[in-house]
C-alpha cells in the first residue's frame, strides 16, 4: 500500500471511530438492512482460515476476505499464517498499536484482563448501526451470503444480531491441549513472553463468552464444528460438513478438502474431539437459571 493509501486509511479510521461513516449509504435506515452474514467464530490457531476457505467454496458464499487473502491461495500457505480473514471490515472497532501482542501480553485478547477492550454485545444506537452495515455491504461484490472470520466477532454476537437479526455463526472447537501448545509455539517464537499459565485461560473464557452469548442472542442461529473431525476420510468431512451448514440454511455441497493437509498442521498428537459437554455443558442451565430468576422476579 502506497503511503498516501496509508495517510487516507489512517484518517478514515479515526473519522469512523467517531461515528462518521465514510461509506455510500446503502442502508439510510435501519428497516432497510435485510442481509443475512454468516461469521466464523473461534479463537487463536483454531482453524478458522480453514474452514472460513472450505466453506467459502459453496455457491450461495461470497468471502468477505482482506485482500490478497483469498481461497485460491489457500493451498499454498503453511497453517501458521491466518488467511481467509475479514479483519478489514470493522477494523475501526480496535484500536491496536504497534506490538500490541507483545505488550502486556495483548496477544491474549480473550484473557480476563483485556477482554473489556472487546466486548461488544450491542451498538450504541441506530447510527452505529447503519455504520456497521454499510462497512461490510461496502465489501460485497455479489448477491449472495456474505461469510466473515475475524476473531474478535466471538465478543460482538449481541452487536451483531442488534444489526443482522437473521445473522449465523459458525463456531471453531478445538480442543484446549492442541490450542495451549500451538499457540505457546508460535508466540515464544515472535518473543512474546506468555505468563504460565494464562494460555488455558483465555482460551477457556473465549469459548464459554461466546457459547453463553450464542445461547442468549443467537439461539437455533448457529452450529459447531470440531476441528478434530476435518481429518477424517473425505467422505465423512464431507457429510459432517453438510450436516453442520444444513442447521444454517447453507445447502449441500461438495466441498474439495484437498487444502486439509495434515503436514501444515502444528502437532498431531493431541488432535481429539473437545467433548464439549464436559467442558461447557453447565452454560445451559446457568441461564436457564438466571431467566428463571429474573423472569420472577
Given at each position: 500500500m502506497h503511503l498516501i493509501d496509508r495517510i487516507i486509511n489512517y484518517f478514515k479510521r479515526i473519522l469512523l471511530r467517531n461515528g462518521i461513516n465514510t461509506f455510500p449509504k446503502?442502508?439510510?435506515?435501519?428497516?432497510?438492512?435485510?442481509?443475512?452474514?454468516?461469521?466464523?467464530?473461534?479463537?487463536?490457531?483454531?482453524?478458522?482460515?480453514?474452514?472460513?476457505?472450505?466453506?467459502?467454496?459453496?455457491?450461495?458464499?461470497?468471502?468477505?476476505?482482506?485482500?490478497?487473502?483469498?481461497?485460491?491461495?489457500?493451498?499454498?500457505?503453511?497453517?501458521i499464517l491466518a488467511y481467509c480473514t475479514s479483519h478489514h471490515v470493522w477494523d475501526f472497532l480496535l484500536s491496536l498499536k504497534s506490538q500490541w501482542a507483545q505488550d502486556n501480553e495483548g496477544v491474549?485478547?480473550?484473557?480476563?484482563?483485556?477482554?473489556?477492550?472487546?466486548?461488544?454485545?450491542?451498538?450504541?444506537?441506530?447510527?452505529?448501526?447503519?455504520?456497521?452495515?454499510?462497512a461490510l455491504q461496502y465489501y460485497r461484490k455479489t448477491d449472495k451470503?456474505?461469510?466473515?472470520?475475524?476473531?474478535?466477532?466471538?465478543?460482538?454476537?449481541?452487536?451483531?444480531?442488534?444489526?443482522?437479526?437473521?445473522?449465523?455463526?459458525i463456531l471453531i472447537i478445538k480442543n484446549h491441549q492442541e490450542i495451549i501448545e500451538s499457540c505457546y509455539n508460535k508466540w515464544s517464537k515472535q518473543n512474546i513472553d506468555i505468563d504460565y499459565p494464562k494460555i488455558g485461560l483465555h482460551w477457556f473464557t473465549l469459548n464459554s463468552c461466546t457459547l453463553y452469548d450464542l445461547k442468549k442472542y443467537a439461539s437455533g442461529?448457529?452450529?459447531?464444528?470440531?476441528?478434530?473431525?476435518?481429518?477424517?476420510?473425505?467422505?465423512?468431512?464431507n457429510k459432517m460438513l453438510?450436516?453442520?451448514?444444513?442447521?444454517?440454511?447453507?445447502?449441500?455441497?461438495?466441498?474439495?478438502?484437498?487444502?486439509?493437509?495434515?503436514?501444515?498442521?502444528?502437532?498431531?498428537?493431541?488432535?481429539?474431539?473437545l467433548g464439549y459437554e464436559k467442558y461447557f455443558g453447565w452454560i445451559e442451565n446457568i441461564i436457564s437459571d438466571e431467566k428463571k430468576i429474573t423472569e420472577n422476579s
Open positions: 446503502y442502508f439510510e435506515k435501519i428497516q432497510d438492512i435485510k442481509v443475512s452474514p454468516i461469521f466464523i467464530l473461534g479463537g487463536n490457531r483454531s482453524g478458522t482460515s480453514l474452514i472460513s476457505s472450505l466453506i467459502s467454496q459453496n455457491p450461495q458464499i461470497e468471502g468477505i476476505f482482506e485482500r490478497n487473502n483469498s481461497p485460491v491461495l489457500s493451498n499454498q500457505i503453511k497453517h491474549l485478547w480473550g484473557h480476563p484482563k483485556h477482554i473489556s477492550k472487546y466486548y461488544i454485545d450491542k451498538t450504541r444506537n441506530d447510527k452505529e448501526s447503519l455504520l456497521l452495515a454499510n451470503i456474505p461469510l466473515l472470520n475475524s476473531h474478535f466477532n466471538m465478543f460482538r454476537i449481541g452487536m451483531i444480531k442488534n444489526i443482522y437479526p437473521n445473522a449465523k455463526f442461529d448457529y452450529c459447531f464444528i470440531d476441528y478434530s473431525h476435518l481429518l477424517n476420510d473425505s467422505f465423512k468431512v453438510n450436516n453442520k451448514l444444513h442447521n444454517i440454511g447453507i445447502n449441500k455441497y461438495d466441498y474439495d478438502l484437498t487444502i486439509i493437509n495434515p503436514k501444515y498442521r502444528f502437532s498431531s498428537n493431541n488432535s481429539y474431539q
